[in-house]
């Protein structure tokens, strides 16, 4: 079953892009894992570790590799592969 379809009119009505997001993860709460699996698809949020790069507190990403320290994948936004532990 698709859980993004019936909800899009809800989130697209939401200004604020945080709780937009809230509203989605919401939506996504029965599939939360604490590890993503490879070649799965996952949004969370994101606080970069790193300062002064520029990231995605919101990412898509389509995760590539699972390592010890985090995973790899494409953010979609940002159209480029990133870290993430």
């Known amino acids: 079953m698709n859980r993004i379809e019936p ?4 989130f697209k009505s939401e200004k604020d892009l945080g709780e937009r997001m809230e509203l989605i993860m919401y939506a996504l709460n029965d599939t939360v894992t604490p590890i993503p699996e490879e070649g799965n698809i996952c949004t969370f ?14 990412p898509l990403v389509a995760v590539s590799d699972i390592f010890p320290w985090g995973f790899r994948g494409i953010n979609f936004h940002l159209r480029d592969y990133r870290q993430y532990t």
């Open 7 to 10: 909800n899009i009119q809800d």
């Open 45 to 58: 949020k994101y606080f970069a570790k790193t300062p002064n790069i520029r990231y995605d507190q919101h």
